[in-house]
């Protein structure tokens, strides 16, 4: 199984600064990983497929990095709507399809 | 406008069983793999099983396998989970995901449901 670490566990910044999130997998992956936002009481949205390529309607401050087992979500300046949980997910190797612990965004 | 729509949760004893539905509509969900992807309370992101757009290949993860049955009626495009042997670690909110490319196995999940509450105890 994959496992996905994911630092820092929470993130406190404040609006128009920028996000540097990490997904570590303890082996390649290669680009086959996906970042995922949810909000509280919501659905997880995806931001990220394929390490690199933004999702249909997501905004271009978003974008990702990586390959192998090194991956980075950054959001280039903090909207008040992008404070919440953050996932990575990996497809490279699977059963088991898994999911990092998440990054938590929260204001500073 | 792609929808899901799961249904079927509840609170359910253990040993007990329910089986959850999900109901897919705008687009052609035969030619989508789907998977169930659930979170316990307060905590993180959990697949539990995929199924191929025919349905005639299905996965599990260990936690499950045995207890729980994906299946899907695609004349419905409705994908269902049966779960028997329910304990109370399987008590979370359950997301049917579609995944983001038609007629393949590429597992990143482009629409989630709003999910179905599972709660096991007694």
């Known amino acids: 199984e994959i496992v996905l670490t994911q630092s820092p566990a929470t993130l406190s910044l404040s609006p128009g600064e920028r996000a540097t999130l990490s997904c570590r997998a303890s082996?390649?992956?290669?680009?086959?990983l996906a970042w995922y936002q949810q909000k509280p009481g919501q659905a997880p949205r995806l931001l990220i497929y394929?390490?690199?390529n933004r999702a249909t309607g997501v905004p271009a401050r978003f974008s990702g990095s990586g390959s192998g087992t090194d991956f980075t979500l950054t959001i280039s300046s903090l909207e008040p709507e992008d404070f919440a949980v953050y996932y990575c997910q990996q497809r490279s190797s699977w059963p088991p399809l898994t999911f990092g612990p998440g990054t938590k965004v929260d204001i500073k | 406008e792609v929808q899901l729509l799961e249904s079927g949760g509840g609170l359910v004893q253990p040993g007990g069983s329910l089986r959850l539905s999900c109901e897919a509509s705008?687009?052609?969900?035969?030619?989508?793999?789907m998977d169930w992807v659930r979170q316990a309370p307060g905590k993180g992101l959990e697949w539990v099983s995929v199924?191929?757009?025919?349905?005639?290949?299905?996965n599990y993860a260990d936690s499950v396998k045995g207890r729980f049955t994906i299946s899907r009626d695609n004349s419905k495009s409705t994908l269902y989970l049966q779960m028997n042997s329910l304990r109370a670690e399987d008590t979370a909110l359950y997301y049917c995901?579609?995944?983001?490319?038609?007629?393949?196995?590429?597992?990143?999940?482009?629409?989630w449901g709003q999910g179905t509450l599972v709660t096991v105890s007694s």
């Open positions: 995901a579609k995944v983001g490319r038609a007629n393949k196995w590429d597992q990143f999940f482009d629409f």
């Open positions: 705008g687009f052609t969900f035969s030619d989508y793999v």
């Open positions: 199924i191929s757009g025919s349905g005639g290949e299905t």
């Open positions: 394929d390490a690199s």
């Open positions: 082996q390649s992956v290669s680009s086959y």
